[in-house]
């Protein structure tokens, strides 16, 4: 079985990713589909190590806009010509997805379907996701709320009044 959101995303870690849970899964599955080479230290390296996944990291891709480059201590440019760099980021607790947009930390998705098929095809190793799947993933994201009150927010029934 490949990845799953769940494996970045842990329900009883309130949807997120913490140390604690990469250092248990870690000794007890070390071939668990999280520690894919994609999250590696070192993607090309012959064993692979996850130093910074232990920190509850990932590794994201973005793609510069056309108004910024990548330069080194010397001033010089080197940006690839794919204009794409990677971070190592925490995973965001999908909690109250409900309530915001646009989506990802930059706000580089507009729609829950969007962000969906981005993890998918930029994170999890996947293919193109249909529209259906898409929509249930989004609609799964929309039902996950924080607290009573969150959910409350989002379906109109506050109880304080205005």
């Known amino acids: 079985m490949g990845r799953l959101v769940a494996s970045a995303h842990v329900p009883e870690d309130n949807?997120?990713?913490?140390?604690?849970?990469?250092?248990?899964?870690?000794?007890?599955?070390?071939?668990?589909?999280l520690f894919a080479a994609i999250d590696a230290d070192d993607p090309t390296a012959e064993t692979l190590t996850f130093e910074h996944l232990k920190k509850g990291l990932?590794?994201?891709?973005?793609?510069l806009p056309d108004n910024m480059d990548v330069i080194d201590d010397a001033g010089n440019?080197?940006?690839?010509?794919?204009?794409?760099i990677f971070v190592w980021r925490g995973v965001p607790s999908i909690a109250d997805s409900a309530l915001t947009?646009?989506?990802?930390?930059?706000?580089?998705e507009e729609t829950l379907e969007e962000q969906a098929q981005g993890a998918l095809t930029g994170h999890s190793g996947g293919g193109?996701?249909?529209?259906?799947?898409?929509?249930?993933?989004?609609?799964?994201e929309r039902s996950v709320f924080s607290s009573d009150r969150a959910r409350e927010t989002r379906c109109?029934?506050?109880r304080r009044s205005a």
Do not use: M
């Not at 949807?15 to 589909?33: C, S």
């Not at 947009?101 to 580089?108: E, F, K, S, V």
């Open 77 to 84: 440019v080197t940006t690839a010509p794919d204009r794409k």
């Open 15 to 33: 949807f997120t990713l913490t140390p604690d849970h990469v250092a248990r899964l870690l000794a007890t599955n070390p071939d668990d589909p």
């Open 156 to 158: 109109g029934r506050s």
């Open 58 to 63: 990932v590794r994201v891709w973005l793609t």
């Open 128 to 140: 193109t996701a249909s529209k259906a799947e898409l929509e249930r993933i989004a609609e799964f």
């Open 101 to 108: 947009a646009p989506y990802q930390l930059d706000g580089r």
